[in-house]
């Protein structure tokens, strides 16, 4: 790795005007006043805050397939190499993470103990993420390319040491927003610089990183309970207000809209396929966010006598409109009725089955693509709309403006359930919080549907009670504390749509929920982590044992269920 500084200081991205009041006799001076050397420290955060989230926000639907949410030919079927991930590495390492590395270079001494604060903070969030995704990584010596000995071959550090650190990083931002800053925050497009709000994220991050290593570290529970003893500790608010989420735009130059916007209603629709297995348990369940979340493109079936239809058509059963086992599940369930306008609507639903590998006919224009959530995309449309009025989204229709949602207070509420059930400690207060939990998801997706698509409106009263009474339902119904945190992870499973990275995460740590369909075909088992990138391993001396790590085999060191299929 050879790691340069770079500010990112471009009067478009960040607006920044500087300019310069000197007198004429000063014109002689060796440096530039509008050129700095570096940037403001509320710029560097602004740089952070725009830049690093796209990072995990790509990762996410990676991620999303690995869990099988989504059937996107690569990452369902394992199919990765250690080129995959080498733009990821690369924009960690040279992007936003060393804007928060030069605040904290430059504030060393004490001062501006609030932007030291929020450097800390979302420095530890960061590399934990990263960490969960490769395992050991360069932290220590990452960022040394421009010290009086550069660096340029960093040393990897391990990733429980890493851990470590970061959780005691979430104590120093603690203490440093506990101080009086005489330089007031600015330049955080996150939390409108409100320091109580940071306090909370703090200590959410910190959450973050104590669930993870619940089975290795007997002292995490405590912790986490400390953390959870009060709302005033951690993202809490049920408005989202709270919310840690990167919030995309509706500007189209410089592109600042949704990328799942951009692929699926722009030009040709390069968006992957939702897995059959999701909108198939969504639909058979009545689960109300299905209408916010996927939007359906076409009404009409194809033929599959007829050569071109056929060549359309997915296989594994994928096609659920010609699929019987299908129409026998939601004919059960009383979703669907063996009508004419009944499989119009179903027709819509085309996806693939997971790890559906035969290559990707020409059915841009009838694949269901992301609707208002969390891709800031349309809802669905009514559902007894008549054919003509059902057209492709290509050509820019919606607005983009969605969101990435990092660390929400509908996670906690599963993080919470999952420290409460997985420790033994289930009471009537469990449930209770399971339904607040499935309320707050559907909430939350309504909420963000409605400010990327006016025309959204609430699901019925009826619609939601059903929905969460069938649930709770199966939670009653289970019968060990293993079995309830099952029905609640696949539940978590449904909410997650926004950031595969935690569903991800969840998975490797419980092995549950255990209802996810196997790919239909692999090329690799289950993927423990990912791959290290070529470009590291032959640049940098220092990664070339990493070149032995299997992606397939070696977990990082939280993860003690090891999942094979």
């Not at 063996?338 to 009838?366: C, E």
């Amino acid at each position: 790795m050879r790691i340069k500084s770079y500010l990112i200081l471009s009067a478009i991205t960040l607006g920044i005007t500087v300019s310069s009041c000197k007198k004429a006799m000063d014109l002689d001076i060796n440096v530039n006043p509008n050129s700095p050397v570096s940037a403001p420290l509320d710029l560097l955060l602004t740089s952070a805050e725009l830049t690093t989230p796209g990072i995990f926000n790509g990762m996410s639907t990676t991620t999303l397939g690995f869990v099988g949410i989504l059937a996107n030919q690569g990452s369902d079927a394992f199919a990765l190499t250690n080129s995959s991930y080498n733009g990821t590495w690369n924009s960690f390492y040279t992007g936003g993470m060393k804007d928060l590395q030069s605040i904290l270079d430059r504030t060393a001494a004490g001062q501006s103990p609030h932007f030291r604060g929020a450097a800390f903070t979302l420095k530890a969030y960061y590399f934990g993420q990263f960490v969960d995704l490769f395992g050991d990584v360069p932290f220590e010596e990452a960022f040394g390319g421009d010290a009086s000995t550069p660096i340029n071959e960093p040393k990897f550090s391990k990733d429980k040491d890493i851990y470590a650190k970061l959780i005691a990083m979430t104590d120093s931002a603690a203490a440093e927003f506990a101080k009086t800053s005489p330089i007031a925050l600015k330049g955080d497009i996150h939390f409108a610089n409100n320091i109580t709000r940071w306090k909370k994220f703090a200590n959410s991050v910190k959450l973050s990183l104590l669930i993870k290593t619940r089975k290795v570290d007997p002292s995490a529970d405590a912790k986490i309970k400390t953390i959870l003893a009060s709302t005033a500790n951690y993202i809490s608010a049920t408005s989202g207000a709270e919310d840690f989420l990167f919030k995309y735009n509706k500007v189209a130059s410089p592109e600042g809209r949704h990328p799942w916007f951009t692929d699926a209603y722009l030009g040709s629709n390069n968006f992957t396929y939702f897995s059959k297995q999701f909108m198939l348990e969504m639909l058979e369940l009545g689960d109300p966010r299905l209408p916010y979340q996927v939007r359906r493109q076409t009404a009409t079936l194809l033929d599959p006598n007829n050569s071109t239809d056929k060549g359309t058509i997915p296989v594994y059963g994928g096609y659920m409109v010609l699929d019987n086992s299908t129409w026998s599940k939601l004919t059960a369930s009383g979703t669907l009725t063996n009508t004419a306008a009944d499989s119009a609507y179903l027709a819509g639903y085309f996806g693939r089955v997971r790890g559906d590998q035969t290559g990707v006919p020409a059915d841009v224009a009838v694949r269901a693509v992301p609707a208002a959530y969390p891709g800031g995309g349309l809802v669905d449309f009514a559902r007894t709309a008549a054919k003509a009025d059902i057209k492709p989204l290509l050509g820019g229709s919606g607005a983009g403006n969605g969101v990435f949602p990092m660390i929400t207070f509908n996670m906690i509420q599963y993080w919470d359930l999952e420290q409460q059930i997985a420790s033994g400690s289930v009471t009537a207060a469990t449930k209770t919080l399971f339904e607040a939990a499935m309320r707050q998801s559907i909430a939350d997706v309504v909420r963000h549907s409605k400010s990327s698509d006016p025309t959204a409106t609430d699901p019925s009263t009826t619609a939601v009670t059903t929905y969460v009474d069938k649930w709770l339902a199966r939670y009653d119904a289970a019968v060990s504390n293993d079995a309830k945190l099952n029905v609640v992870l696949k539940q978590a499973w449904f909410s997650g749509l926004g950031n595969g990275n935690e569903l991800y995460s969840t998975f490797r740590r419980t092995g549950l929920p255990t209802t996810l369909d196997e790919p239909a075909s692999r090329q690799r088992q289950f993927a423990l982590r990912l791959p290290y990138p070529s470009t590291e391993l032959n640049l940098n001396a220092n990664a070339t044992s990493y070149g032995a790590v299997i992606f397939d085999r070696d977990p990082i060191f939280w993860d003690v269920v090891k999942f094979k299929f």
